[in-house]
């Protein structure tokens, strides 16, 4: 299987994308997805995205070219699962 490259990004890129990449990166390894994940800033995701397979944000992003997913159940709690079950889907 193919390595994939995933970004995780915020407002900042430290904060809250650490909380959804830690989180991310355990569901990776359960589900036996080999992947890199990169921390960055919404500001960012221009100039790094040609090289992902997937974008998760905890803010406002939209992509035409590759999936994008607005993870904010990752800092609610509510419908994480539902994300998850996403991120999983397109890596598969």
């Known amino acids: 299987m193919e390595k994939k490259h995933i970004l995780i990004a915020c407002g900042t890129g430290v904060a ?5 990449s830690m989180r991310v990166k355990e ?3 359960k589900n036996n997805i ?12 221009p100039s790094k995205v040609g090289s992902a397979d997937l974008v998760v944000t905890t803010t406002s992003y ?3 070219e590759i999936p994008v997913i607005r993870a904010l159940s990752f800092l609610t709690g509510v419908d994480v ?10 890596l598969k």
């Open 16 to 20: 809250t994308s650490t909380v959804v």
């Open 27 to 29: 569901e990776l390894e």
């Open 34 to 45: 080999q992947a890199t994940v990169e921390q960055c800033k919404v500001s960012e995701l």
């Open 62 to 64: 939209e992509n035409d």
């Open 81 to 90: 699962e539902a994300d998850i079950e996403k991120i999983i889907e397109i």
